[in-house]
Every structure is written in C-alpha cells, then in structure tokens.
Nanobody, 119 residues
Framework: VQLQAFGGGLVQAGGSLRLSCVVH????????MAWYRQAPGNKRDLVAT???????NYADSVKGRFTISRDNAKATVYLQMNSLKPEDTAIYYC??????????????WGQGTLVTVSS
C-alpha cells in the first residue's frame, strides 16, 4: 500500500489550494484519513481528520478555512484550503489507517507535498 499526495504549490496569501491523496495497492478497508503538516523547525501537527463515515475534525488554526473530505470509491482524501496565510506554509502529509487483506491494521503516510504561502 502506498499513499500519493499532490496539489501543493506556491500561492499568495488569501488564495486557495486543493490537496489530494490517493491510496494505491491492495487493502481490505480504509478507516480514518487525515492531513498533517510540518513547518521548518517544527514538529508534525495534525491539521484535519475524516472518519470512514465522513465525520470531520480540525485544528483550531484552520477551522473555517480548510475542509477535509474523502471519496471512498476512489480511495482518496482531499484538503481544500481557502484564505491561506503565510503561517500555513509547510509540508503537508496525508495519513490513513488501513486494513490489509489479512485485516491487519497499519498506519500509512504519503510522501508530503509542499505548500508555500507568500505574503
């Protein structure tokens, strides 16, 4: 199983970006999916989560600006980011809790996609 994240880039403050993360490989089911971010010199922080039935949770710093969603048929999680601020600049990582063919549960990470917000 591999997670492929894409959609990052350079955007001006106030702009928008949409990140996507696709799960590739053989698996039985996908449980929670999430986006994390890590700014230079900082630890990796949770941005948003979405459960298998669509319940979402957000970090206070992104509430009202970011929206996490998923398409279970496409094994994809999205992060719509609006009203971006320079402090949103970071590498964004997707994460998924996946049940393998033998129903073993493992945690998987995407490779990260860089989001840079200029002031």
């Amino acid at each position: 199983v591999q997670l492929q994240a894409f959609g990052g880039g350079l955007v001006q403050a106030g702009g928008s970006l949409r990140l996507s993360c696709v799960v590739h490989g053989s698996f039985f089911d996908i449980n929670d999916m999430a986006w994390y971010r890590q700014a230079p010199g900082n630890k990796r922080d949770l941005v948003a989560t979405v459960t298998s039935d669509g319940h979402t949770n957000y970090a206070d710093s992104v509430k009202g600006r970011f929206t996490i969603s998923r398409d279970n048929a496409k094994a994809t999680v999205y992060l719509q980011m609006n009203s971006l601020k320079p402090e949103d600049t970071a590498i964004y990582y997707c994460n998924a809790e996946i049940y393998g063919p033998g129903y073993q549960r493992d945690d998987y990470w995407g490779q990260g996609t860089l989001v840079t917000v200029s002031s």
